[in-house]
């Protein structure tokens, strides 16, 4: 219910927000066509099929009444094929967030560069190359492939090491590539092999790794590493997303204030993916609307700054999510919006516990009216002794997501990716011309044609 209580809130302030961003609509409209380069933040919701968009604007709306608005609405212009260059149909991060970046198709893996390994100059290294201002946020590690895919060329998503390292060498001029670069990741540029930490603070460049610290920043550029790996999922934790846009879009609205170039800002809300993989609607639940909000602070950025380029799309849909399942024509949003926390804690901490202890312990945290044979069900799990701890969470995990899913009616066809199109939205200027059906190469070159 806390949970429940917390998205109704933030859903007020996307309705205030609402009400304000159509006041100030024909401000934005009357940038369509900028003397000047605008901004452009693009957010990338990893995994973030429409029908994840329809989930979230669900689970925050009442049966019976008119449903929720949400900051996605008004932005929406058309749809994006997201296939990579191989007969597979169906992408991965990497391959799809290459073609974002660069507007070209590459394999599935691929970093920067197209099938034949050649980098290929992406949207942020045209932008640098002009002297704009730069930056990238994951909710992952940002050396995970979709920031990866904005900054470095390497020919396989595994490299984080060596990501990690373009990340700190990387330079155009006296400068990094990026400005700003904010998520997790910190294991891969402290390692035991090489901590270039202490060398970049020696540079110049600005370490953080607490919010805090982050908010009291006033220079660039910066490396913010909140994490070893991903951030905490949203369910889990105090949502992150909208802060750290908020303090890139301060550090990057203040440098072009002062140097009168504009900025490209990359924001990716990395683990609604990892929700649809683990097949946690709860956990994607919460992912989205933390990237929800996220865009609202973009779009209050824009209500300031009109020459603003506001896109949202997804690299792919994760999970074959359906809302609705066996047969039956109901899908129960209140009790996906009364679970308390994702798959990733619960599973280990019956781990910890006695069979006779997972009822009490799990009861407070689904909240769902689950029924006697349904609880003995899930008591009666065959856990054989000869198999790891990690065997072990991967059975709980697969009889948690079949009873989640059974009790609010939740399907799921896959734990990897599908082949559906995603969602385009965009505001601001150059909007109008990713109106329709495109192709995700067609956002990449868009981009680079703004940027040039």
Same mark, same amino acid.
């Given at each position: ?9 933030? @859903? ?20 369509? *066509? ?11 919701? %990893?995994? @973030? ?20 608005? +949400?900051?996605? =609405?008004? @932005? ?8 990579? #260059?191989? %007969? ?35 949207? @942020? ?20 492939? +979709? ?26 001029? %006296? ?90 800002? &990359? ?12 097949? #946690? ?78 009822? =009490? ?8 009216? &689950?029924? =006697? ?32 899913? $059974?009790?609010?009616? *939740?399907?799921? +066809? ?6 559906? %199109?995603?969602?385009? &939205? ?5 909007? $109008? ?5 495109? #192709? ?13």
């Amino acid at each position: 219910m806390f949970r429940r209580t917390l998205l109704i809130a933030s @859903m007020g302030m996307f309705l205030s927000a609402c009400g304000q961003n159509s006041a100030t609509s024909a401000k934005v409209e009357q940038a369509k *066509t900028p003397s000047a380069p605008p901004n452009i933040i693009f957010l990338i919701g %990893d995994g @973030m099929g429409f029908e994840f968009i329809s989930a979230y604007r669900y689970a925050l709306s009442q049966p019976g009444q008119a449903l929720a608005a +949400t900051p996605f =609405d008004e @932005m929406l212009v058309g749809a994006a094929t997201t296939y990579p #260059d191989d %007969d597979t149909w169906v992408t991965d991060s990497a391959a799809s967030a290459t073609a974002l970046a660069t507007g070209v198709k590459s394999y599935n893996g691929a970093i920067g560069v197209d099938s034949e390994q050649h980098p290929q100059q992406t949207m @942020m290294e045209k932008a640098r190359e002009l002297g704009w201002h730069t930056g990238a946020i994951s909710t992952s590690q940002v050396t995970h492939a +979709t920031p990866a895919s904005f900054f470095t060329h390497h020919p396989s998503r595994q490299m984080y090491n060596e990501i990690a390292d373009s990340f700190a060498s990387t330079k155009f001029g %006296d400068k990094w590539s990026f400005d700003v670069l904010l998520g997790g990741g910190m294991s891969y540029f402290n390692r035991a092999d090489k901590n270039w930490l202490p060398e970049l603070s020696q540079q110049g460049m600005h370490i953080v790794t607490d919010y805090q610290q982050l908010a009291n920043t006033q220079e660039l550029p910066v490396l913010g590493l909140f994490a070893p790996v991903a951030l905490p999922y949203a369910i889990d934790a105090q949502p992150r997303l909208a802060q750290l846009t908020r303090n890139a879009l301060r550090l990057l609205g203040e440098a072009q204030a002062e140097s009168g170039k504009p900025f490209a800002l &990359m924001i990716e809300g990395s683990k609604i993916d990892w929700c649809g993989h683990a097949n #946690d609607i709860a956990c994607a639940i919460g992912e989205v609307n933390d990237f929800a909000q996220a865009l609202q602070v973009a779009k209050d950025f824009q209500q300031e700054h009109p020459n603003t380029l506001i896109v949202v799309t997804a690299d792919h849909s994760t999970g074959g999510l359906t809302l609705g399942q066996g047969g039956v024509y109901e899908w129960h949003s209140d009790r996906v919006m009364a679970i308390e926390n994702s798959l990733e804690v619960l599973v280990p901490e019956l781990l910890t516990r006695s069979r006779d202890q997972w009822r =009490d312990y799990l009861q407070p945290r689904l909240n769902l009216p &689950m029924s =006697d044979a349904q609880w003995q069900q899930l008591l009666e799990i065959e856990l054989a002794g000869s198999l790891d701890r990690s065997a072990h969470e991967k059975i709980l995990e697969k009889a948690l997501v079949a009873l989640i899913s $059974e009790v609010t009616r *939740t399907g799921w +066809t896959t734990t990897g990716h599908t082949a559906v %199109d995603v969602p385009i &939205m965009a505001t601001g200027p150059y909007a $109008e011309q990713l109106r329709g059906y495109k #192709d995700n190469t067609e956002i990449g070159k868009l981009l680079l044609q703004i940027v040039r």
